[in-house]
């Protein structure tokens, strides 16, 4: 079984810090990864996507791949309450099957 | 721009009844999927087409059944509710070859109770 794992939090960070959202894979064959974050009672949306190692910056968001790690993280600088939401990590190993993870609360204090 | 639309978004059922789920996108697509979200679980794939007429079972296919009607529509049915099937459904599509893989793009969500 293809597994991405999370930890479900939930993640409390003062407004204004960086917040560090983690995610594992275990199919070394994965070769694009995902973050989405969803509302509570929204759908998911796409934040950003990664595929080769190293870091990649959107604005305040930056993801993070290790492949030898089997590791992906996003980090959310300057966060702010609208941050404020649970963050999916997904995987795409080829094919049509992205597998996502449980997902992780973030909570941004004012 | 609408994306991926579906319908109904809210719907109680009885155990036993019958309902199908409509599944839209305009993104001109070819993947198109149906996923159940339950708390602690994570979103777990239903049923997929990877293009207009053709199906595959995903994770957790039993109590269901889908179609491809065309490019645009795939809709997802439950032929006699019961209330394991108490869940939000999200229907997406998918785009997006080569480096970025097969990005998913998802509809509003569907919120099902089967009293």
């Known amino acids: 079984q293809k597994e991405v794992e999370q930890n479900s939090g939930p993640l409390s960070v003062p407004e204004g810090a960086i917040a560090s959202l983690n995610c594992t894979y275990s199919?070394?064959?994965?070769?694009?990864f995902f973050w989405y974050r969803q509302y509570s009672g929204k759908s998911p949306e796409l934040i950003m996507f990664i595929y080769s190692n190293g870091d990649k910056e959107d604005g305040r968001f930056t993801a993070q791949l290790n492949k030898a790690s089997q590791y992906v993280s996003l980090l959310i600088r300057d966060s702010q309450p609208s941050d404020s939401a649970t963050y999916l990590c997904?995987?795409?190993?080829?094919?049509?099957?992205?597998?996502f993870g449980a997902g992780t609360r973030l909570f941004v204090k004012a | 721009n609408a994306g991926v639309t579906q319908t109904p978004k809210f719907q109680v059922l009885k155990t036993g009844q019958s309902m199908t789920l409509q599944c839209a996108q305009d993104m001109n697509h070819n993947s198109m999927y149906w996923y159940r979200q339950d708390p602690g679980m994570g979103l777990r794939l239903i049923y997929y087409s990877a293009s207009e007429g053709t199906t595959d079972k995903g994770e957790v296919p039993n109590g269901y059944n889908v179609s491809r009607l065309n490019k645009r529509e795939f809709s997802l049915r439950l032929e006699s509710a019961a209330p394991s099937q108490t869940s939000v459904y999200f229907c997406?599509?998918?785009?997006?070859?080569?480096?970025?893989?097969?990005?998913?793009?998802f509809g509003e969500g569907s919120w099902l109770t089967v009293v």
């Open positions: 997406a599509s998918g785009g997006g070859r080569g480096s970025s893989g097969n990005t998913i793009y």
């Open positions: 997904a995987v795409w190993a080829g094919g049509f099957k992205t597998i």
């Open positions: 199919d070394r064959g994965s070769q694009s």
